[in-house]
């Protein structure tokens, strides 16, 4: 029987930072207990600009760096392979 993930839900994270306790609704991916410690991401200046680091923060720049890398490959080749100016 295949399991199915659960989707994110938006939780309330709490942290301390230099300027005192700091709370803010984030969505944590995988979903985490209640409880559990994750890692907060927060600009010192403005701490209420926080955000939960998680995998998922990466996956468009991961797709969109694929997708370049895919076309620089295929413009090079031809390139290398003088298909461009015939």
Same mark, same amino acid.
């Given at each position: 029987m295949q399991q199915r993930a659960q989707p994110p839900r938006v939780s309330t994270i709490a942290f301390s930072s230099p300027r005192g306790q700091i709370e803010f609704e984030g969505v944590v991916y995988p979903v985490q207990r209640t409880g559990a410690v994750v890692k907060v991401l927060f600009?010192?200046?403005?701490?209420?600009?926080?955000?939960?680091?998680?995998? /998922?923060?990466?996956?468009?720049?991961?797709?969109?760096?694929?997708?370049?890398?895919?076309?620089?490959?295929?413009?090079?080749?031809? /390139?290398?392979?003088?298909?461009?100016?015939?």
């Open positions: 600009n010192p200046d403005d701490p209420s600009q926080a955000c939960v680091d998680s995998p /998922t923060r990466w996956i468009g720049v991961l797709f969109v760096g694929v997708l370049g890398a895919g076309f620089a490959g295929v413009g090079g080749l031809m /390139t290398f392979f003088g298909l461009f100016g015939r």
